[in-house]
């Protein structure tokens, strides 16, 4: 038997930071000791890369660009983690040196990785491990945003469906058992797109057991799918912020799952993090309560298509402004909340938002749109 721990998002960052800094790890990731110690192997996302390089600078994308210190490698080695998740948003923020400097002192501390490496082929490799002699084949793959890698540059693998389905046949040949890790989902919506049900089950009938999601900063729920079990979002592990308290942001649960030659079961284990004190703290009996209030009518509309499809439409309808303000002429955030409280005239005409709209839904166009981009502004 086999019992594996996975985490969501972990980045050393506010109050986190200057613990870490004071080498106080105790303070952070003690109640997580108990955890992982009892389980024989663990594994969380590393959502900033290491940056020891002097002259590391971030790169230029959309959205903020974090780092760490090598310190906080060590400090989820004392928390009792085995591996860390690559493929995110954030693994190039600073560039090769990053990437470098991360793979680098993982290497020095012994932590597996997976999921980004100096290229796609590396970022992109399944990696196997036996553990009480049950082979284990782990993939990891993210959302694409400025974090990708190519043939030549370093980074993250991306969610390439078909790719992933080669990569899972090939996994299931070597494998016992596959684990599929992904970044993706809206931050803040508590709930699987229906995108990401429809891909997550791909994933399974393509030969995954387990997919496990994290990235929207909230956890959401999970489902059982032809015998396979599908956790659509982890939630924060470890991401103290000062302008977030007492909100879905400082929630989550970490997944302890345990194999054999017949069986995959799962356990929640449900969190506070970021909250009154920084670390991670495990929820009592009483606080746990509202949380499996939550998931089980969370789980109850993503087994609906109905409820699902509905939920989805509601948020992008509250969120509509912030995209449509990006097709108009303002170009600085004042100008666009302006816009989006519809105190500024629009701009945005039907004809354009259609043509727009083509270059989005057409695979032809999308493909073509985004290599121009990338190419300009590269």
Known sequence: MVK??????????????????AGRYDEIFEEVRVCTSTVDYSIVNLEAPVVETESAIPIEKYGP??????????AIRYAGF?????????????GEDGVNDTLQTCENIGLDIV????????????VYKEINTIKFAFINCCENEFSIATDNKGGSNPINPVQQFYALQQAKQYADFVIVIVHGGPEGYQ???????ELYRFYVDAGADVVINHHQHCYSGYEEYKGRLIFYGLGNFCFDSANENKSTWNQGYM?????????????????IQGHSSPGVELLTDGEEEAFKDFLLGCNEVIRDDSKLNLKYRQF???????????LEPYTNKYLRYARSRRLLPSFLSKERALGVMNYIMCESHNERFQYVLRD???
């Open 115 to 126: 999921g980004g490496g100096k290229n796609i082929q590396q970022a992109s490799e399944i």
């Open 376 to 378: 300009k502004y590269k």
């Open 191 to 197: 709930y699987p797109t229906p995108r990401m049900k």
């Open 82 to 94: 085995d591996m860390v998740t690559l493929a995110n948003n954030h693994f190039y923020d600073y």
């Open 255 to 271: 997944v302890q799952l345990t194999f054999d030659k017949e069986l995959i079961a799962c356990n929640l284990i449900p969190y």
């Open 316 to 326: 992008c309808e509250a969120s509509a402004e912030m995209y449509l303000t990006t």
């Open 65 to 74: 660009n974090l780092k760490c210190s090598a310190k906080a490698l060590d």
């Open 4 to 21: 594996i721990l996975i985490a969501g998002d972990y980045a050393s960052r506010a109050r986190v930071a200057k613990l870490i800094d």
